[in-house]
């Protein structure tokens, strides 16, 4: 059997199993170029419905597997053959559909069974034999939920003995929904003051109760509820069941901040008083209201209830009777769904917070990946952002795109953030879109105490323009002007715009005041393409029309520079529509004098840059056309950077590559700048915008490690 397989297993149900997957299989994303997902064995499901988890790594991390290839069969089915005295023949079943992964996948995570059948120790038995037969690695998963520290300990002691006994070779341990006052620290030390000394990691995750409680979202799925008002504040926490059957005025003394409340159509009172009590400060919020019984609220209330001002509380109705929900809700688990992008992006941000990945990942072995496939630099640029944050200034406070990144930013710890707009707004707007931006620094430029010094600051910086203070002013209040004196001034050490300004909008401030290096004499841009297994960057495809031969040396320069920062080994290709000396003209002159400039540049700095040119695309990329056209290159065939003769040839060439080769295209990134200021395309996704702040991020740790 391979070592490149890890076993996730927990030892008993609602562990948060799924936060561990999701962590560490983002970790193999970006160490391991093709990992598979496999189940043994799932739950049974009804007609048509896919097991959560799997659907959940599948269509987050976009694996490239069919939904039947990542189990091995259900947890009935497993029953049937062991009971029956077939266990040799479920055993075959696990591994036949195993080495089938096997012989297509550099690396195999495996999730072990959600506890949740009707015989646990069975399920702790059989995830032990199935590990030890496949020769697994094996993290396992507790749960510290609602327990003492002695609680905890002595369950993961008695875990630990149990695998070991099997002879199952342990990588961690992960203590999951552990109380806030306990640390790994003091559950290692008691289990090693005990005579139970162990060398194992014992990593703890917190309770967290965005990711234990389950949503009004979840519990209209788990109900089949029909939502008759409120949708937009379906993402709202519930915190516990509250079954109103009482007077109103009894009622309302149960009320408990995020409880949900259960009741039937036809309790006018209670309606009217759970709305009441969201609306009055002397009261915590609810969650939601369900109502049973299929009956619904006589046509008076619905009117007060659709005249009611602000956004009203969820409610939904259900056809069951009260009891029915109740007992349906008590089996209610909140799973992450693959489009519930807020609870993603916390449940890796807890994960890398609370576990050491790389110590985690050096006690197993894994396969090196032999290229940077999409993920892998996806995650790259998300860990190392978070590595050492930087403040982005983020100028469209009212884009909805532009605030359900800055959600998804914080959750992932990736930067810190400054959003500009009328704060008014900006969070009213937040709210709607069922996002907590509490953390977010927003700025409204016309009220902040830094105009006055921007604009006399702006004065003095473009005076030789002719400019007045009233023009100064002016410039100095529209949000991408400030954002970028803010970067200038050191407030924030990048910016990103760009999804609702254009390019010219975005990028003059920083071109008027933020200006190029020393030694640059332009700016430009470049586009990270992600194929389907590397990533290559083109430039300039977004700034410059038709540069000279200078101006493209410094181009390539500069993009062979933001290759490195970005961890791509940059060997630069001068595209021309000749190769070496097979032609001869303007077009071609102008690439081989660019690339004599440019190469001059690399001896006198002392870069280790590969370069070289002119070239043709498919010379440039292809290892075969390489040996045939320009043989002992050691740029030709292997070309990382891209260097276009001009915008026109750029621009469509990185859209032909983008929609031809369903590459994602991240950019354009601008380079040569002083400090970094990135624009979006208007078009741009919530992902897009994830990226650019996270590649603004990283440019920025470039720029300080290289002050004096």
Same mark, same amino acid.
């Given at each position: 059997?391979?070592?490149?397989?890890?076993?996730?297993?927990?030892?008993?149900?609602?562990?948060?199993?799924?936060?561990?997957?999701?962590?560490?299989? @983002?970790?193999?994303?970006?160490?391991?170029?093709?990992?598979?997902?496999?189940?043994?064995?799932?739950?049974?499901?009804?007609? &048509?419905?896919?097991?959560?988890?799997?659907?959940?790594?599948?269509?987050?991390?976009?694996?490239?597997?069919?939904?039947?290839?990542?189990?091995?069969?259900?947890?009935?089915?497993?029953?049937? +053959?062991?009971?029956?005295?077939?266990?040799?023949?479920?055993?075959?079943?696990?591994?036949?559909?195993?080495?089938?992964?096997?012989?297509?996948?550099?690396?195999?995570?495996?999730?072990?069974?959600?506890?949740?059948? *009707?015989?646990?120790?069975?399920?702790?038995?059989?995830?032990?034999?199935?590990?030890?037969?496949?020769?697994?690695?094996?993290?396992?998963?507790?749960?510290?939920?609602?327990?003492?520290?002695?609680?905890?300990?002595? *369950?993961?002691?008695?875990?630990?003995?149990?695998?070991?006994?099997?002879?199952?070779?342990?990588?961690?341990?992960?203590?999951?929904?552990?109380?806030?006052?306990?640390?790994?620290?003091?559950?290692?030390?008691?289990?090693?003051?005990?005579?139970?000394?162990?060398?194992?990691?014992?990593?703890?995750?917190?309770?967290?109760?965005?990711?234990?409680?389950?949503?009004?979202?979840?519990?209209?799925?788990?109900?089949?509820?029909?939502?008759?008002?409120?949708?937009?504040?379906?993402?709202?926490?519930?915190?516990?069941?509250?079954?109103?059957?009482?007077?109103?005025?009894?009622?309302?003394?149960?009320?408990?901040?995020?409880?949900?409340?259960?009741?039937?159509?036809?309790?006018?009172?209670?309606?009217?008083?759970?709305?009441?009590?969201?609306?009055?400060?002397?009261?915590?919020?609810?969650?939601?209201?369900?109502?049973?019984?299929?009956?619904?609220?006589?046509?008076?209330?619905?009117?007060?209830?659709?005249?009611?001002? &602000?956004?009203?509380?969820?409610?939904?109705?259900?056809?069951?009777?009260?009891?029915?929900?109740?007992?349906? +809700?008590?089996? +209610?688990?909140?799973?992450?769904?693959?489009?519930?992008?807020?609870?993603?992006?916390?449940?890796?941000?807890?994960?890398?917070?609370?576990?050491?990945?790389?110590?985690?990942?050096?006690?197993?072995?894994? @396969?090196?990946?032999?290229?940077?496939?999409?993920?892998?630099?996806?995650?790259?640029? #998300?860990?190392?952002?978070?590595?050492?944050?930087?403040?982005?200034?983020?100028?469209?406070?009212?884009?909805?795109?532009?605030?359900?990144?800055?959600?998804?930013? +914080?959750?992932?710890?990736?930067?810190?953030?400054?959003?500009? &707009?009328?704060?008014?707004?900006?969070?009213?707007?937040?709210?709607?879109?069922?996002?907590?931006?509490?953390?977010?620094?927003?700025?409204?430029?016309?009220?902040?105490?830094?105009?006055?010094?921007?604009?006399?600051?702006?004065?003095?910086?473009?005076?030789?323009?002719?400019?007045?203070?009233?023009?100064?002013?002016?410039?100095?209040?529209?949000?991408?002007?400030?954002?970028?004196?803010?970067?200038?001034?050191?407030?924030?050490?990048?910016?990103?715009?760009?999804?609702?300004?254009?390019?010219?909008?975005?990028?003059?401030?920083?071109?008027?005041?933020?200006?190029?290096?020393?030694?640059?004499?332009?700016?430009?841009?470049?586009?990270?393409?992600? /194929?389907?297994?590397?990533?290559?960057?083109?430039?300039?495809?977004?700034?410059?029309?038709?540069?000279?031969?200078?101006?493209?040396?410094?181009?390539?320069?500069?993009?062979?520079?933001?290759?490195?920062?970005?961890?791509?080994?940059?060997?630069?290709? #001068?595209?021309?529509?000749?190769?070496?000396?097979?032609?001869?003209?303007?077009?071609?002159?102008?690439?081989?004098?660019?690339?004599?400039?440019? @190469?001059?540049?690399?001896?006198?700095?002392?870069?280790?840059?590969?370069?070289?040119?002119?070239? @043709?695309?498919?010379?440039?990329?292809?290892?075969?056309?390489?040996?045939?056209?320009?043989?002992?290159?050691?740029?030709?065939?292997?070309?990382?950077?891209?260097?276009?003769?001009? /915008?026109?040839?750029?621009?469509?060439?990185?859209?032909?590559?983008?929609?031809?080769?369903?590459?994602?295209?991240?950019?354009?990134?601008?380079?040569?700048?002083?400090?970094?200021?990135?624009?979006?395309?208007?078009?741009?996704?919530?992902?897009?915008?994830?990226?650019?702040?996270?590649?603004?991020?990283?440019?920025?740790?470039?720029?300080?490690?290289?002050?004096?």
């Amino acid at each position: 059997m391979p070592k490149n397989l890890l076993y996730i297993t927990a030892t008993e149900e609602r562990s948060g199993k799924s936060l561990i997957v999701l962590g560490i299989m @983002q970790m193999l994303k970006k160490e391991v170029h093709r990992v598979a997902f496999f189940r043994p064995m799932i739950n049974d499901t009804e007609t &048509g419905q896919e097991d959560p988890d799997i659907s959940l790594v599948l269509n987050y991390f976009k694996l490239d597997m069919a939904y039947e290839d990542t189990y091995g069969c259900t947890l009935s089915e497993a029953y049937e +053959l062991i009971n029956s005295g077939r266990e040799d023949e479920f055993h075959d079943l696990i591994l036949d559909k195993y080495k089938r992964l096997e012989d297509e996948y550099d690396f195999i995570l495996c999730e072990g069974t959600d506890f949740r059948g *009707q015989e646990t120790s069975f399920e702790t038995e059989i995830n032990g034999d199935i590990a030890a037969n496949l020769g697994a690695q094996v993290v396992l998963v507790s749960s510290g939920r609602k327990r003492t520290l002695k609680q905890i300990v002595r *369950q993961t002691k008695m875990s630990i003995d149990t695998h070991v006994e099997k002879g199952i070779a342990l990588t961690a341990c992960i203590i999951n929904r552990v109380p806030e006052n306990i640390t790994s620290e003091m559950i290692a030390d008691l289990i090693n003051g005990n005579g139970h000394s162990i060398e194992l990691p014992i990593y703890i995750v917190p309770e967290n109760a965005a990711l234990a409680n389950p949503t009004v979202a979840h519990v209209k799925k788990w109900l089949n509820a029909s939502v008759m008002y409120g949708a937009k504040g379906m993402s709202a926490l519930v915190d516990s069941f509250l079954i109103a059957a009482m007077r109103v005025e009894n009622f309302l003394e149960y009320v408990t901040p995020g409880c949900l409340v259960i009741t039937p159509g036809d309790r006018s009172d209670i309606i009217l008083g759970s709305l009441a009590a969201r609306s009055s400060a002397s009261y915590p919020e609810i969650s939601g209201i369900v109502l049973t019984g299929g009956l619904l609220p006589s046509d008076s209330v619905r009117k007060l209830i659709e005249g009611w001002s &602000g956004a009203p509380v969820p409610i939904m109705s259900v056809q069951g009777h009260t009891f029915q929900a109740i007992q349906l +809700l008590n089996e +209610l688990y909140s799973h992450i769904d693959a489009d519930d992008v807020q609870r993603i992006a916390t449940a890796l941000g807890i994960f890398s917070k609370h576990v050491k990945m790389q110590e985690l990942s050096e006690r197993f072995e894994s @396969q090196s990946p032999s290229r940077i496939t999409p993920k892998m630099f996806e995650y790259t640029l #998300m860990e190392r952002a978070a590595e050492n944050r930087q403040r982005i200034v983020l100028p469209e406070g009212t884009c909805e795109r532009i605030l359900r990144a800055a959600d998804i930013l +914080l959750r992932r710890g990736v930067a810190e953030l400054t959003i500009l &707009g009328r704060e008014r707004d900006v969070r009213e707007r937040a709210a709607a879109c069922g996002l907590d931006l509490m953390w977010v620094e927003v700025i409204d430029p016309q009220t902040s105490n830094m105009l006055e010094p921007f604009v006399k600051e702006y004065l003095t910086l473009r005076e030789h323009k002719g400019i007045i203070e009233d023009i100064a002013r002016d410039r100095m209040s529209d949000t991408t002007y400030f954002g970028t004196m803010m970067v200038y001034k050191g407030y924030a050490d990048g910016m990103v715009s760009g999804a609702m300004n254009t390019t010219a909008h975005t990028l003059r401030p920083a071109f008027e005041f933020i200006k190029t290096k020393p030694g640059v004499s332009i700016a430009s841009s470049v586009f990270l393409m992600c /194929l389907k297994d590397r990533v290559l960057v083109y430039g300039d495809c977004a700034v410059n029309r038709n540069p000279d031969s200078q101006q493209l040396a410094e181009i390539a320069i500069s993009s062979a520079e933001t290759a490195r920062i970005f961890g791509i080994e940059p060997r630069v290709a #001068m595209l021309s529509y000749s190769t070496g000396s097979s032609g001869a003209g303007e077009d071609v002159e102008k690439i081989v004098k660019a690339t004599e400039i440019a @190469q001059n540049m690399i001896r006198e700095r002392g870069l280790d840059i590969s370069l070289e040119g002119p070239l @043709q695309y498919d010379a440039a990329i292809d290892p075969a056309v390489a040996r045939t056209k320009l043989p002992g290159s050691k740029v030709a065939g292997r070309a990382t950077v891209f260097t276009f003769p001009d /915008l026109n040839t750029g621009n469509n060439t990185y859209k032909a590559v983008q929609r031809s080769a369903n590459a994602v295209a991240v950019g354009p990134i601008i380079q040569g700048l002083h400090k970094p200021v990135n624009d979006l395309s208007r078009g741009c996704s919530v992902d897009d915008i994830v990226n650019t702040v996270a590649i603004t991020a990283i440019q920025a740790q470039s720029e300080k490690r290289a002050l004096p």
